[in-house]
């Protein structure tokens, strides 16, 4: 059983920045894939980003190329999201997510989610 554990949510402005982070336990979460899933008031799930288990490719959903930075550190087991110039849209559940899918498609792990709101 894997465990996820998210921090970092909050209020921001637009065009500010966040970072979220995401500790897995136990270590084995270092083998699965991991990344970032968010859900707006709604509006359906969307896969935001993330990163294979052995940390060598990345995946950015369209709409947060160039802005968002996923990143794991070296065990494997921490996995960070800075956000930055934070839009209106990104407004959402940010969710924790791990898995054995090489796609990313089937989540075996969730975390409880932390809220991100960008507002003026």
């Known amino acids: 059983q894997v465990q996820l554990v998210e921090s970092g949510g909050g209020l921001v402005q637009p065009g500010g920045s966040l970072r979220l982070y995401c500790t897995g336990s136990p270590r084995t979460s270092s083998h699965y894939n991991m990344g970032w899933v968010r859900q707006a008031p709604g509006k359906e799930r969307e896969v935001v980003a993330w990163?294979?288990?052995?940390?060598?490719?990345?995946y950015y959903a369209d709409s947060v190329k160039g802005r968002f930075t996923i990143s794991r550190d070296s065990a494997g087991n921490t996995l960070s999201l800075q956000m930055n110039s934070l839009k209106l849209e990104d407004t959402a559940v940010y969710y924790c997510?791990?898995?054995?899918?090489?796609?990313?498609?089937?989540?075996?792990?969730w975390g409880q989610g932390t809220q991100v709101t960008v507002s003026s």
């Open positions: 990163a294979t288990w052995s940390s060598t490719s990345t």
């Open positions: 997510a791990a898995t054995n899918d090489p796609w990313f498609v089937d989540i075996d792990y």
